[in-house]
């Protein structure tokens, strides 16, 4: 069973930087390339929403409008570990922010617990 595990949130003033990372475990790093690997968030009394993603075996992303050119996913193989580089944070980027795994071409099937980016003006 594969498990995902999101860190590095915090509190930040509006302009400052934040990494969470989220490390997945249970499973080899080789079932992962097919895969590919999501940042997702949501805000208090929105839906959430899909921040960026990326494919694990190639390495291509994508973003969201909202965030293109001030967040970067990453991926560390050898430590199973996925980033979001988050800079020049906006308050309208507070939320919990979430990691998820999925197949190539379908859903995200596993999502960790979350973790929470508050960003002061």
């Known amino acids: 069973q594969v498990q995902l595990v999101e860190s590095g949130g915090g509190l930040v003033q509006a302009g400052g930087s934040l990494r969470p990372s989220c490390v997945s475990s249970?499973?080899?790093?080789?079932?992962?390339?097919?895969?590919?690997m999501g940042w997702f968030r949501q805000a208090p009394g929105k839906e959430r929403e899909f921040v960026a993603r990326i494919y694990w075996s190639e390495g291509g992303t994508n973003y969201a409008d909202s965030v293109k050119g001030r967040f970067t996913i990453s991926r560390d193989n050898a430590k199973n570990t996925v980033y979001l580089q988050m800079n020049s944070l906006k308050p309208e980027d507070t939320a919990v922010y979430y990691c998820?795994?999925?197949?190539?071409?379908?859903?995200?099937?596993?999502w960790g617990q979350g973790t929470q980016v508050t960003v002061s003006s």
């Open positions: 249970g499973r080899t790093f080789s079932t992962f390339s097919n895969y590919k």
């Open positions: 998820a795994r999925g197949p190539i071409s379908g859903a995200y099937g596993i």
